[in-house]
């Protein structure tokens, strides 16, 4: 039985859409025609009139037109003062809207960091929230405990965009009758239970505290250039961007877009630090500890990496 899947574009940029049309293997028609996903509405792919989508939304409002997945892309804007009337819809909040496929839907899926925590709009004027979460407060628009027609919460994939190959591997797993398993913040733990600072290609020059001052240079970023690989969950070095390449492997660090609090109110490429020591620290390490074997570590740094002999 084919899926009927509905994409609701909110308060965003429309990032992810274009991440998704930027998948290959397979690229998103052979995608949806494999998995035989039949797509209701899709600002980018659908060709329905104004009144045909209206009715479409009519249909699954009403419950006569089944919905097995509701995808939002972009926060919920709740402004001004509650109404929500910064976004519409036919003259009517696209909150209310949200609120009313969400009602019927059997999966939602928040896509990129916006939907899933507020993103960019969370702390201004705009009202902003994310479906589930309020950054990193469980609730958001919809509440902690809200369930979908098919008993689960909202799956979170966020990125700032979402990576192409994660939004395809969720659909096509709900696709196939098995809903990704959730970690932390409801994000699927096969794209993220890894950190992105694994896979990195500078884990060697990590490892030995060899950090550099500028971008684009072959050592970690971490300890200057406010490198967030190891401090974030994200898939940006294993599953690469188009097939290829990552922020940190071109030498820019890690920003952490998909952290609840993306973006951050302190600047992208500083490593805040009190006399020199990070205060975040690669999740889970203990201060003292880090300290001393990153000093030992420094020390005995090989002269291949001090050089940087390496061709990566
Ligand atoms: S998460 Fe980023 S890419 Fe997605 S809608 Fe928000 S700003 Fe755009
Ligand atoms: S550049 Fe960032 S991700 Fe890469 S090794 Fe250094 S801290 Fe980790």
Known sequence: MSLNLFWLQCGGCGGDTWSLFNASSPNVVDFLEA????????????????????????RVTEGRERLDVLCVEGSVIRGPGGTGMYDDFDGSP???????????AKHIVAVGTCASFGGIGADGEIEATGLQFHKHEPGG???????????RPV????????????????????????????????????????????????????????????MGEKGCLF??????????????????????????????????????????????FETRNIEGIPLELPEGMDRAHY?????????AAPAR?????TRI
């Open 291 to 299: 300290m001393a074997y990153k000093g030992m570590a420094a020390a």
């Open 35 to 58: 998995q035989d996903i039949n797509v209701l509405w899709h600002p980018s792919l659908s060709v329905q009139s104004h009144e045909e989508h209206r009715e479409t939304i009519r």
């Open 141 to 151: 628009f919809l509440g902690e405990d809200f369930v979908s027609g098919g008993g």
């Open 155 to 214: 799956i979170n994939i966020p990125g700032c965009p979402c990576h192409c190959d994660v939004i395809i591997g969720t659909l096509s797993a709900i696709a196939q009758g098995t809903p990704p398993e959730l970690g932390d913040y409801n994000m699927p733990l096969e794209w993220f239970g890894v950190m992105v600072h694994q896979g990195c290609t500078r884990n060697e020059y990590h490892e030995y505290r060899v950090e550099e001052k500028r």
């Open 94 to 104: 696209k909150k209310d809207l949200v609120y009313a496929l969400a009602a019927q």
């Open 223 to 268: 300890f200057y250039l406010g490198c967030h690989g190891p401090l974030v969950h994200g898939v940006c070095n294993k599953l690469l961007w188009n097939g290829r390449s990552s922020k940190t492997r071109v030498g820019v660090p890690c920003f952490g877009c998909t952290r609840p609090d993306f973006p951050q109110l302190y600047p992208f």
């Open 305 to 309: 990496l001090k050089k940087r002999k």
